[in-house]
């Protein structure tokens, strides 16, 4: 189906072309697919990804779950691009939400925030529970 305005780059994007979107390095080689994206559910921001790296750098099909802030578009690859290194995917956390799971607990925000190097993510938590200052 083709767009209204194809080629042109717009601010919004679908749910479903993010799901099945590809994952490349800065410089253009594809390491994965997002399959799933994990949203904060008071503010319906997008928080966190999880990407399918398959045979990336010897780890085989595996699944991670990174920060939305370490993507960016880019128009020209039709995908997204991440600047995590090896050392940082091979020493990840290792949780990946699925199924029935209802998203990230508080310390796995809090893992994924510090290995990655993001700041908490808006106060909230993917259960859509709000911190406060007594927390």
């Not at 085989?60 to 940082?88: C, H, M, N, V």
């Not at 199924?99 to 994924?112: K, N, R, V, Y």
């Amino acid at each position: 189906m083709a767009e209204a305005n194809a080629g042109s780059f717009r601010k919004s994007i679908d749910s479903d072309a993010v799901a099945g979107a590809a994952v490349y390095t800065p410089d253009g080689k594809h390491i994965g697919t997002i399959d799933r994206f994990i949203i904060e559910r008071q503010s319906g921001r997008i928080m966190y990804v999880v990407v399918s790296f398959g045979g990336f750098l010897d780890l085989g099909q595996e699944r991670f779950t990174i920060p939305w802030a370490k993507l960016r578009y880019d128009e020209g690859l039709a995908g997204f691009s991440t600047d995590i290194t090896e050392g940082e995917l091979r020493n990840a956390p290792r949780f990946a939400p699925g199924g029935d799971i209802a998203g990230l607990d508080e310390a796995q925000e809090e893992e994924l925030n510090a290995h990655f190097r993001i700041p908490p993510i808006g106060g909230g938590r993917c259960d859509g529970e709000r911190r406060t200052e007594d927390d």
